[in-house]
């Protein structure tokens, strides 16, 4: 999807700025079909097809019609919601009925979330850390380490008391993100939760990671915004070598584990000032992707809008 640049002030901070003024129907269509492309290729790798898609997409349309574009204190009609989006008005009537599925809320893999927690207080508090901010091995229970030493039991509880620590530690050597040595030390693989996921890990982690991102865009885009847009940025290269895009790839995980375990600390210590503070509160993800695609031919035309020079990085948001 292509946007343009995210305005600065001064500080070098995002300006903020008013929506993106009146609808547009041509451009939204011409971003969606590009969309629309990788999740073509998904539907047709697992067996899905267009009729049973189509009632997914009238779903999401009514749903979010009553959701976001109801009218204060009175929601929103059959009839409203079907002159929003264009769905039939009996069938508003049905799928306001069906259950909606709520990532969050019922996760598909009740383990991971928890066990990707975990992995995270393991990378960003500090007693859990070497001097050179890397991961420490963690005795597998308290008996195992050196008296008054943190232990992966203890870490365990600290993120939640409801599962036992065995239970996780079998979750995380199973997506192979740890190892439990024959000593009882558990070792974190990476500097990060980065899973061997089975197909029920990958769809969760697409359905939360995508929809997020494009929450992001989408908020950024919206015509009456009257917030400061959300940081939607990437940078690209052409032109480039196999071995160039891996070392490149390499350099992208280097990065986001750098970044991680900073944006992680730093949360963490947010949540804990947070505790007891009375109002809304809020939650926020904070993703990378790296992806490479065969150009199709040495000098590939940008998308529309892009001015791409020759193997330089642009920023876009």
Not at 59 to 74: C, I, M, N, S, T
Not at 157 to 165: K, N, P, Q
Not at 229 to 257: D, H, I, M, Y
Request: proline share 7%.
């Amino acid at each position: 999807m292509s946007n343009t640049p995210t305005p600065a002030d001064a500080s070098g901070n995002p300006a903020q700025r008013a929506g993106a003024g009146l609808p547009e129907p041509a451009l939204a269509a011409e971003a969606i079909a590009r969309v629309l492309q990788p999740l073509a290729r998904l539907m047709i790798d697992h067996g899905l097809q267009l009729p049973s898609m189509v009632d997914l997409l009238k779903k999401a349309l009514v749903d979010e019609a009553a959701r976001a574009y109801g009218v204060a204190d009175k929601g929103s009609s059959d009839t409203r919601i079907s002159l929003l989006t264009g769905v039939h008005r009996k069938d508003v009537k049905r799928l306001r009925i069906a259950p909606q599925v709520d990532i969050d809320a019922t996760p598909l893999v009740p383990l991971v979330p928890l066990a990707a927690t975990v992995v995270a207080c393991w990378i960003s508090e500090p007693r859990y850390l070497n001097a050179d901010q890397t991961a420490r091995p963690l005795a597998r229970t308290p008996g195992r380490g050196l008296p008054g030493e943190s232990d992966f039991t203890s870490l365990v509880a600290e993120v939640s008391r409801d599962v036992g620590a065995r239970a996780v530690l079998d979750e995380l050597v199973r997506l192979g993100v740890v190892e439990l040595r024959d000593d009882g030390f558990v070792v974190l693989k990476t500097n990060g939760f980065v899973p061997r996921e089975g197909l029920k890990e990958s769809f969760h982690f697409l359905a939360a990671n995508v929809s997020e991102h494009l929450n992001a865009a989408v908020h950024n885009l919206a015509p009456d915004r009257t917030t400061p847009p959300k940081l939607e940025q990437s940078a690209f290269s052409q032109n480039l070598t196999g071995a160039q895009v891996e070392q490149l790839q390499q350099l992208a995980r280097r990065l986001w584990a750098k970044a991680l375990q900073q944006f992680l600390q730093t949360a963490t210590v947010a949540e804990e000032r947070s505790e007891g503070v009375e109002g809304a509160k809020y939650r926020v993800h904070f993703g990378v992707y790296f992806n490479d695609t065969l150009q199709s031919s040495p000098a590939e035309t940008p998308p529309p809008g892009e001015a791409l020079q020759k193997n330089k990085r642009k920023r876009k948001s």
